[in-house]
């Protein structure tokens, strides 16, 4: 079956700092890559995304990816804000006709000013 | 564009008592999802409609489990029996009908599920 393994959280960093949260995989097939985040008091919303092997997916200054003989999809981000606190999600979707989204544990992070 | 709305926001009941809840998806929007998230971890699927179909269907979904979208618009989940596992939030996402599966999922705000 399908299933995503995220670093464990919390993780706290320093404004400015470096980011990486590592993200792997296990699918049936050619998966769809998704980071999706939740901000405190919101709901899940998409980060970004990437659907084929060495595809990089990009937003708000965050990037990964697609690492297909690694089965790896790592979010970076080079300088963090306080507003980049949140939940962060690592998902896939993969089998024929599925639609369903198979999601990671989350990882929080905390930035700190 | 609204957003998903999810009724209610937190229920409370006592366990084997029957829950409903509620989605309105954004309104062009025909697929349509539900999962569940308990404390610490991802959300976990449940079940998938497009249009009025019901196309996906989770093994978590047991026999307690009822879902409906009997007109393709919105959508709702029963939890038949309440056990004290089945305290969750409930999410409901809706995406575009087209582009295929890549199509971000939008998601509402949860409904928290609480068994006394």
């Known amino acids: 079956g399908n299933s995503v393994t995220q670093m464990e959280g919390p993780v706290t960093l320093s404004e400015e700092a470096f980011l990486t949260i590592n993200c792997t995989y296990t699918a049936t097939g050619y998966p769809s890559l998704f980071w999706y985040v939740q901000y405190p008091g919101e709901g899940l919303q998409l980060l970004l995304k990437a659907t084929k092997a060495d595809d990089k997916g990009s937003n708000k200054g965050f990037e990964a990816t697609y690492r297909k003989e690694t089965t790896s999809f790592h979010l970076e981000k080079g300088s963090v804000q306080v507003s980049d606190s949140a939940v962060y999600f690592c998902?896939?979707?993969?089998?024929?006709?599925?639609?369903?989204?198979?999601f990671g544990k989350g990882t929080k992070l905390s930035v700190i000013p | 564009d609204t957003g998903v709305s999810q009724n209610p926001r937190h229920k409370i009941t006592k366990r084997g008592q029957n829950v409903t809840f509620r989605c309105d998806p954004i309104?062009?929007?025909?697929?349509l999802y539900w999962y569940r998230q308990t404390l610490g971890q991802g959300p976990e699927f449940l079940t998938y409609?497009?249009?009025?179909?019901?196309?996906?269907k989770s093994r978590l979904l047991s026999d307690r489990f009822s879902a409906e979208r009997p007109k393709g618009s919105f959508s709702t989940l029963e939890i038949q029996r309440t056990e004290q596992g089945d305290s969750a939030m409930y999410l409901c996402?809706?995406?575009?009908?087209?582009?295929?599966?890549?199509?971000?999922?939008?998601f509402g705000d949860g409904t928290r599920l609480s068994i006394l």
């Open positions: 309104s062009e929007h025909n697929r």
């Open positions: 409609f497009q249009n009025e179909a019901q196309l996906e």
């Open positions: 996402a809706s995406s575009s009908g087209t582009g295929g599966r890549d199509q971000p999922q939008h």
């Open positions: 998902a896939l979707i993969s089998g024929a006709g599925s639609y369903q989204l198979t």
